[in-house]
C-alpha cells in the first residue's frame, strides 16, 4: 500500500465537520421531541390521581 499523499494527509488531519453536524441536528430533534411530549403530553394531562 503507498503512502498517503498530502492531500490525504489534509483530508485525514481535518475534523470530520458532517458528522458532527448530524449528531447536533439529531440531539436537536431528540430533545425537542422530549419537550413535546413532555410538557404537552405528560403535563398535559395534569396530576396523578
Known amino acids: 500500500m ?3 499523499t498530502p492531500e490525504e494527509k489534509a ?3 481535518d475534523a470530520p ?3 458532527y453536524v448530524l449528531m447536533l441536528v439529531v440531539a ?3 430533545a425537542v421531541g422530549w419537550a413535546v ?12 390521581r
Not at 411530549?37 to 396523578?48: N, R, T
Open 2 to 4: 503507498p503512502p498517503p
Open 11 to 13: 483530508l485525514l488531519a
Open 17 to 19: 465537520r458532517g458528522t
Open 28 to 30: 436537536a430533534l431528540l
Open 37 to 48: 411530549f413532555y410538557f404537552g403530553h405528560f403535563l398535559g394531562h395534569g396530576p396523578v
